[in-house]
Structures are given as C-alpha cells and as structure tokens.
C-alpha cells in the first residue's frame, strides 16, 4: 500500500475527505493556489451567530492538499469564527500526525483558505 | 531449483504492478545464476588467486554478454559502473575533458534523464557551452535544429534512444548521420529501450551507449557503458585500475553477472515478450482514453511497446498514484507534487505542456506479469480515481466554463 511518507491520518483523510462539496449562497468564500506546486484550494462557509454550522471544500493538489483541506474543515466546524481564525498551518499538520517536510509550505494551505473565508465573511457583515 | 515464492517474477499476485521504468523485479533466473557470487564465489576479481580468477571470469563473461546484446565489436567496449547514473555521467564529462582540445561544445535533448542533463550543466561551470536540443509535442527530437546547432567544435551530442517518460522512440540512426556530418560523438541513454526494441550499436553508429542492470529485470547496482573503439574518453573516478582505467573500484560482481545474464535472457526473449505486451498496452490505452478530457503523451505509434502514458485535466498526478495504489496498482507520475524538487517533469514541459497539464500526469510502464486481464481492472480503477478526484477538484467547473 501507498507509502510516500504520509501518516495513516493523512491517507485516510486522503481516501475519505471530509465536507467536500460547495455551499450555495456561502456567508464566507476563500480560495488560495500555490503557483510553484500548483494546489489550489478553496472553502465555503455557513456561519450562524459568528458560529461556523457548515463548512465544505474543494481542492485541485497532492494526497496532503486534500488531507489537509478536509482536516481543516472538521477542526473549524462548530467553531466560533473568532476561535476558528486561529487554527494554524501546524495545527492541521500535527493533527494529521506531521506532513513530510518538503510538503510543509506548498501543500498545506487550507488553514489559509479558511482564514481567507472568515475574512470575507467579516467583510459582508460589516457591509450589511 | 527452488520453487519460485509467488507470481512469475516474485511478485504478489493481487498485485499489478505498472512501474517498471522505475525499478524491475529481479528474474529468478537471473537471480539463481548470479547467486553464487554473493557467498561462495566472493573473489575480488582483481586478486590473482583462484577465488579472484573465478570472480574475474563471471565479470568478463557477463562483459561478452553486455557486447552480444547491443551487437557492440567486442567486450572490450564494455564498461562496468554501478549505475547508469555513473554510466551517464563518464560519458558527458568522460568525453567532454578528454577531448576538450578540439572543441567546448555540448549538446543533450531537453527530455534527456537529468544525469545526463545535470552533469552537461556543471561542465558549463569549466567554460562548454551546453545547448539544449528542443523536442516536438510528440517528444522527438527537431532534426532541422540538430543540424544547425553543430559546429565542428561539438564533442558530444547525447539523444536518448527512446524516453522513459512518455515512450518515445527517438530516429538514432537519422540522428547519428546528422551528429558525424559537423559533430564528434554521440552518446545514447538506452536505459529506457533496452530489452524493449533492439539495438545495434554499429548499425545505428552509436559512439557512446548506457545500460542499466535493473531495467533488465538485473539486479540494481550495475550500469554498464559502451565505449566505441578509438573513442578518447578519460576516467571520473580514479583510484586502483579498474574496467581499463575508466571506472576503478572494486566490481559488485553479483550485480554485473547478473547484469549479463539479464541481457541475455532478454536478448532471447525479447521479441515475443515485446509482441505479447503491445495488444495489451494497445487495449490499455483505447480503454483509458474513454475517460473525458485524457489525453496521450508521447508519441501514438513510435513508442516502447511496454509503455502508456496520460494526462487527465483538472486533476494531480499525486493523488492518482495514491488513489491507484488503494487498487494495489502501482504507476508513476511526472507531477511536481510528487518530486523533490517540486518542478513538474522538464520532459512533459518540453513537449509542451503547462503547468497544470503536466500535474494531471499519469505513466503506465508494463512488464513481465502483466497480463491481458489486468486492462478491465486497470481501466476501471483508472476512471473511478479520475472521477473520484475530479469530484473534489474546484478546477473542473471552472474550465469547463
């Protein structure tokens, strides 16, 4: 079976990602591309009383762009935005169980892609 | 004989292992021949006592048998590395400094394997010039440029016989006639060919050629390079003398006897091997260009009758071979994500492709244990990984659009 240096964490996410889809309507968009790697990643968000209730994703990338997207999706579902905001790249990493070196910076955007789609929800409320 | 532990090459039988460009198994044959030399027959082959002749003889037989299989003038042609890598490197900075009096010009293709590629690029740090010969979207060389870019300064010229990424069988002979009219030698890496299509070293007027011992179902360890009578060429690696002076170290006598019987085995089963895998590349390649948007690299009928290689948009080369391997079935990528460098493959870039093209990458290289049945399973995981991975793709719509 694969072994690419992946932790069984990342391969199952890899196999059975969560939240994958998209939002119609969403309260918050963000999407972010590595042009050096080439993962592009992008995630939606329902947010009820600053609290994320649904959240989904999609990404074009490696075993780890999609390991990392849908582990971001279930570490900030449920969450307040203001909490959600701080879950880091090293977070997903860790709660993956670590991610090759070489996969650290290109592959492991989905904490930024999160952040991205809570900054642009905080922007519509405030346009409201 | 002992039995073989399972599958014709040792191979678990579940299994359909698709990447043979990248490592072969060993053939028991092979295997039981070279044996010996890894505890009884021990020899250092250049001790002059009966444990070294004995050790010596196996290297010089498996020498005739390297020369037998390229057709090459004698053994003496053939030298011994540890690699093709090394094999590569003697030849580009071998020939380059040996003959430097008569000129600093060096030419390689720009689908050449990066040890030929990366070593042209150091000499230029000891003043060559190093041009790189571009390719067709097919991969084959641009004969016109060939010939403009020669000069008489030219000492080297590497093609590679055929590519181990995207199949395609490059017109050596044509290419050899252009390199001598202007130029000095031609090397070729024939690493991905060999054991594949034949080979005749005078025929197609090769100065220079690579072998690998694994790529012929040899053990890994050995590479082995030709080197044309009258051809000056100076060592890399110095030190006790050995394989006339070009490569000293003591010789991995198990690796090379097993090299040779190797390329011996293949020499007689070659042709009826290679006829048995091209209907089944042929079905492999109709079926998988069912799916939508897949697309064929390399060229569609010059090409190694083991290999088929794809790219699908909107999807990474990666997470295909992850998701393959959920199938037990193995194959290869030339996507970024799945380099050390995190570069997509300079040969499907040279071809052509964009970046994004390059990533959705997918090389399928066929081998002794596949079978005709392995296509429907093959095909059908190959089109659930691509939908399946499209599903999670943002790219899709949005190309589509």
Not at chain 2, 51 to 60: R, S, Y
Not at chain 2, 257 to 280: C, D, N, T
Not at chain 2, 315 to 336: F, H, K, P, W
Request: aromatic share 6%; net charge neutral; proline share 4%.
């Amino acid at each position: 079976m694969a072994n690419v240096g992946y932790s069984k964490k990342v391969m199952e996410h890899f196999m059975n990602p969560r939240n994958v889809g998209v939002i119609e309507n969403p309260d918050g968009y963000g999407k972010v591309g590595n042009p050096v790697c080439g993962d592009v990643m992008e995630i939606y968000i329902k947010v009820k009383d600053d609290k994320i209730t649904d959240i989904k994703f999609r990404t074009f990338g490696c075993g780890s762009a999609i390991a990392t997207s849908s582990m971001v999706t279930e570490l900030a579902k449920g969450k307040h935005v203001d909490e959600a905001v701080k879950i880091t790249r090293a977070d997903v990493a860790n709660e993956l169980d670590g991610l090759p070196a070489q996969k650290m910076h290109c592959s492991n955007l989905a904490a930024d892609a999160l952040h991205e789609a809570i900054k642009d929800y905080k922007n519509r409320k405030q346009k409201k | 004989m002992p039995e073989q532990p399972c599958g014709s090459n040792g191979v678990q039988m579940s299994r359909i292992y698709l990447d043979n460009a990248s490592s072969m198994p060993v053939d028991f044959r092979v295997f039981e021949f070279a044996k010996p030399y890894l505890m009884a027959s021990h020899g250092n082959p250049s001790s002059l006592h009966s444990v070294g002749l004995e050790a010596k003889q196996a290297v010089e037989e498996s020498r005739r048998k390297i020369a037998e299989f390229i057709h090459a003038e004698n053994e003496n042609t053939i030298i011994f590395t540890g690699s093709a890598t090394e094999a590569n490197n003697l030849a580009v900075k071998g020939t380059a400094l040996r003959n430097i009096i008569q000129g600093k010009a060096i030419i390689a293709s720009a689908i050449e394997h990066m040890s030929v590629i990366n070593p042209m690029k150091e000499m230029q740090k000891n003043g060559f010039s190093f041009t790189s010969l571009s390719v067709d979207s097919t991969g084959v060389v641009d004969l016109k440029k060939l010939e403009n870019i020669l000069t008489k300064n030219t000492v080297l010229t590497s093609i590679m016989y055929a590519n181990n990424e995207i199949g395609t069988i490059e017109p050596i002979s044509e290419i050899s006639k252009i390199v001598h009219e202007k130029g000095k030698y031609l090397h070729v890496d024939a690493v991905a060919a060999a054991g594949r299509i034949p080979i005749d070293v005078q025929k197609d007027g090769i100065d220079l050629l690579t072998l690998s011992s694994n790529d012929l179902y040899g053990p890994q360890g050995a590479g082995a390079l030709y080197v044309k009578p009258g051809v000056k060429i100076q060592s890399v690696l110095l030190g006790g003398g050995q394989e006339r002076g070009l490569r000293s170290g003591t010789e991995n006598v198990f690796s090379i006897v097993g090299m040779g019987e190797a390329a011996r085995i293949a020499q007689q089963e070659m042709k009826q091997e290679s006829s048995r895998l091209l209907p089944i590349r042929d079905k492999l390649i109709k079926e998988i260009l069912k799916i939508d948007q897949s697309y064929l690299t390399g060229h569609p009928s010059q090409r190694l009758p083991h290999h088929a290689s794809f790219r699908f948009s909107y999807i990474e080369g990666e997470s295909i071979l992850l998701n393959m391997d959920m199938y037990d079935i193995q194959v290869s990528t030339g996507s970024a994500c799945s380099s050390k460098t995190l570069e997509p493959s300079h040969v499907l870039l040279a071809i052509g492709l964009k970046h994004e093209e390059a990533h959705g990458s997918m090389v399928i290289t066929l081998g002794r244990s596949t079978s005709m049945n392995d296509v429907e399973l093959v095909s059908k995981a190959t089109n659930e990984t691509v939908q399946r991975l499209r599903k999670l793709s943002p790219m899709s719509q949005e190309w589509r659009k």
